[in-house]
T-cell receptor, first 116, second 112 residues
Framework: GAVVSQHPSWVICKSGTSVKIECRSL??????MFWYRQFPKQSLMLMAT?????????EQGVEKDKFLINHASLTLSTLTVTSAHPEDSSFYICSARVGAGEETQYFGPGTRLLVL | GENVEQHPSTLSVQEGDSAVIKCTYSDSASNYFPWYKQELGKGPQLIID???NVGEKKDQRIAVTLNKTAKHFSLHITETQPEDSAVYFC???????????WGAGTKLIIKP
């Protein structure tokens, strides 16, 4: 099956610093990647949709200047949490679509972010 | 917009018994319905999906049924095992943006 990796798996940072999370499709090219955040015991909340070579589309209420998304290649998308604060602490998960016309999303293992 | 409701929020079954999780959706244009299993601290794992042109799909102990008229779909797990314990999410999507609308999740507990 399609494999998606994320790095790092967990990160602890000080308030005010920036954190970058990488999402890679290992055995396929992903024209579209999605970024989610998930709070404990809750469902996934879509943050943004990222298409290779174009600007990400952010969901309502998600600050694009705070959560910078770069989808520079067909196998890599990055999410940078800028000037992180404790309320940004969460589980961040990416997913990727296998290809054009394919609805299936395969998810990465997630990144646990703790902002002190 | 689309809304997906999932029930129950928690389901406890005896090992070996069957488990059924149900979801309803509001947008009749939705045409793709995946089910994901999420273990603690991990990302969701696709376990089965169904498209609107099919009424039922089965993969070993797992099956999904879709009733387009009633706008609901269900996950069936037979002969449950301890490793089936996890949170299960249903979702629905339609059209060209492929965004998934998620149910709230069901925590499945398999009692030994």
């Amino acid at each position: 099956g399609a494999v998606v990796s994320q790095h790092p798996s967990w990160v602890i940072c000080k308030s005010g610093t920036s954190v970058k999370i990488e999402c890679r499709s290992l055995d396929f090219q992903a024209t579209t990647m999605f970024w989610y955040r998930q709070f404990p015991k809750q469902s996934l909340m879509l943050m943004a949709t990222s298409n290779e070579g174009s600007k990400a589309t952010y969901e309502q209420g998600v600050e694009k200047d705070k959560f910078l998304i770069n989808h520079a290649s067909l196998t890599l998308s990055t999410l940078t949490v800028t000037s992180a604060h404790p309320e940004d602490s969460s589980f961040y998960i990416c997913s990727a679509r296998v290809g054009a016309g394919e609805e299936t999303q395969y998810f990465g293992p997630g990144t646990r972010l703790l902002v002190l | 917009g689309e809304n997906v409701e999932q029930h129950p929020s928690t389901l406890s079954v005896q090992e070996g018994d069957s488990a059924v999780i149900k979801c309803t959706y509001s947008d009749s244009a939705s045409n793709y319905f995946p089910w994901y299993k999420q273990e603690l601290g991990k990302g969701p794992q696709l376990i089965i999906d169904i498209r609107s042109n099919v009424g039922e799909k089965k993969d070993q102990r797992i099956a999904v049924t879709l009733n387009k008229t009633a706008k609901h779909f269900s996950l069936h797990i037979t002969e449950t095992q301890p490793e089936d314990s996890a949170v299960y999410f249903c979702a629905a999507s339609k059209g060209s943006n492929y965004q998934l609308i998620w149910g709230a999740g069901t925590k499945l507990i398999i009692k030994p």
